[in-house]
């Protein structure tokens, strides 16, 4: 049913794609289109109607793509990985807590092993290279008729290769990609199979945390004093300076107060105090 679906876009090498899948040993299926709203959009409708767990889907460009807080999400055709991936994780609330710093460290573990380049985590679902945003991730879950969770996608949108000046203006300070120019062949290929094997398999850490170690290593919040923004949902625009101290075991932000209190946050947006 969804292989009749697949197309293979100009931009991805289809014979390298296969291989690539074929040593990560990936089985599920991968859907790619030339263009979506949003990859996530169409594998929350996937999830709906059951497809396994691993299963994924992948555009070349996107028309609406989205992050965290109604936000858009630069998606052009061209050097980027916009990729989806339907996962059945354990049903226990530490797990779903868990999911996207989980999917995090997944994605920087698929980026070393591929491209040899370290990246850091802006709590709790951005990766950054040199203090630029690189990667977003997006989990959302699907509820079923019952009104239980039955699946969550995890959203991943990764810059490959593209030029500071192919930014628009308001991320062109913010924001990079892991190549500006000439992207070694088959780096995108290889970095996609790679993510999916990685993401797919962080769902087995997600009852024990043990990933959660590497997060805190990965972490550029810790230690450094930041702003917090969106700590609470019917006052999101007051402003609190804190200090980030630790990642609680749910993969929430510890931060103290000038007061000394400290406090587990497990929504909101952190941004970096710029001095
Ligand atoms: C963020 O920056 O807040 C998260 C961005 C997530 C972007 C990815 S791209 C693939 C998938 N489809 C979307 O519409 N969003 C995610």
């Not at 679906?5 to 296969?18: F, H």
């Not at 061209?78 to 990729?83: A, E």
């Not at 593209?162 to 992207?183: G, I, Q």
Request: aromatic fraction near 4%; hydrophobic fraction near 40%; proline fraction near 4%.
């Amino acid at each position: 049913m969804l292989t009749d679906n697949r197309i293979y876009p100009g931009q991805y090498n289809a014979a390298l794609l296969e291989e690539c899948l074929t040593q990560e040993e990936i089985s599920s299926p991968l859907l790619l289109y030339s263009e979506l709203a949003s990859t996530n959009t169409t594998a929350k409708e996937l999830a709906a109607r059951g497809v396994p767990s691993g299963s994924a889907v992948l555009a070349e460009s996107q028309s609406a793509g989205r992050g965290r807080l109604g936000r858009s999400f630069f998606s052009p055709k061209g050097g980027g990985i916009y990729l989806s991936i339907v996962l059945r994780p354990p049903r226990e609330e530490a797990a779903i807590l868990r999911l996207t710093t989980a999917v995090c460290v997944a994605v920087c573990a698929a980026v070393s092993r591929i491209t040899g380049i370290h990246t850091d985590i802006k709590w709790v679902n951005d990766i950054y290279l040199h203090e630029k945003k690189l990667c977003g991730i997006l989990c959302e879950g699907v509820v079923n008729s019952n009104g239980t969770l039955d699946a969550v996608v995890a959203g991943i949108g990764i810059n490959v290769e593209r030029h500071a000046s192919e930014f628009p203006a308001e991320l062109a300070h913010t924001a990079c990609a892991l190549y500006e120019s000439d992207a070694p062949t088959g780096i995108r290929e290889a970095l996609l199979a790679a993510i999916l094997r990685e993401v797919t398999d962080c769902t087995n850490t997600l009852l024990d945390g043990s990933y959660l170690p590497e997060y805190r290593r990965r972490s550029m919040l810790l230690g450094r004093e930041v702003v917090l923004m969106n700590r609470r949902p019917d006052d999101p625009n007051t402003a609190v300076t804190a200090l980030a101290i630790d990642i609680d075991d749910l993969g929430g932000l510890v931060v103290q107060y000038s007061d000394g209190t400290r406090e587990s946050l497990h929504t909101g947006e952190v941004t970096v105090r710029v001095k």
